[in-house]
Antibody
Framework: EVQLMESGGGLVQPGGSLRLSCSASGFTFSSYEMNWVRQAPGKGLEWVACISSSGTSIYYADSVKGRFTISKDNAKNSLFLQMNSLRADDTAVYFC??????????????WGQGALLTVSS | QSVLTQPPSVSAAPGQRVTISCSGS????????VSWYQQFPGTAPKLLIY???KRPSGIPDRFSGSNSGTSATLGITGLQTGDEADYYCGTWDSSLSARVFGGGTKVTVL
């Protein structure tokens, strides 16, 4: 059974840093592109970043570029999101999600339960 | 402002059919597969449709997807009270090099 479990959320002051983790199990983690998607309270889904299976190809949303860093450790089946220079509008539930396997697929087929980040003084 | 445009809400009586539109452009829907997600309050999104019109295992055939040019549509037939949720479309935008989502549509069963 595919499982994704985020951890590391919490309350951070503006300008602070935090690192989210996503532990994966039930599939060959090293073969999959992974994504972070966030959802501010009462708002829709916003894609944050993605990283290729090997970690060599990375993309970010403009809203986080230069502040957030996505990484993965295939040996430890883990995905990370290092978040720096945090702002109030980064407050959201952060989901890790796996991209579906198969040529041309653009969907996210499995999602974690989410980790809440609150940026406030 | 979302790159993909969805209506904020749709509603219908139980047993009826609803459709949710998702409008994009040539760099996203016109070039890449569209997927649809269902989300209940306080839970993670769940994949409903991928590759424009394919259903993952376990998704009933009451849910269907279609695509025409730069727009996509999610259809739900035989509407049930348990279908009340938020629905999002998503794809990859090749010009932005970014994954994009619609703003979401709330389905209400009257």
């Amino acid at each position: 059974e595919v499982q994704l479990m985020e951890s590391g959320g919490g309350l951070v002051q503006p300008g602070g840093s935090l690192r989210l983790s996503c532990s994966a199990s039930g599939f060959t983690f090293s073969s999959y592109e992974m994504n972070w998607v966030r959802q501010a309270p009462g708002k829709g889904l916003e894609w944050v970043a993605c990283i290729s299976s090997s970690g060599t190809s990375i993309y970010y949303a403009d809203s986080v570029k230069g502040r957030f860093t996505i990484s993965k450790d295939n040996a430890k089946n883990s995905l990370f999101l290092q978040m720096n220079s945090l702002r109030a509008d980064d407050t959201a539930v952060y989901f890790c999600a796996r991209r579906g396997s198969g040529f041309g697929r653009k969907d996210l087929d499995y999602w974690g339960q989410g980790a809440l980040l609150t940026v406030s003084s | 402002q979302s790159v993909l445009t969805q209506p904020p809400s749709v509603s219908a009586a139980p047993g009826q059919r609803v459709t949710i539109s998702c409008s994009g452009s040539g760099s996203n829907i016109g070039k890449n597969y569209v997927s649809w997600y269902q989300q209940f309050p306080g839970t993670a999104p769940k994949l409903l449709i991928y590759d424009n019109n394919k259903r993952p295992s376990g998704i009933p055939d009451r849910f269907s997807g279609s695509n025409s040019g730069t727009s996509a549509t999610l259809g739900i037939t035989g509407l049930q009270t348990g279908d009340e949720a938020d629905y999002y479309c998503g794809t990859w935008d090749s010009s932005l090099s970014a994954r994009v989502f619609g703003g979401g549509t709330k389905v209400t069963v009257l």
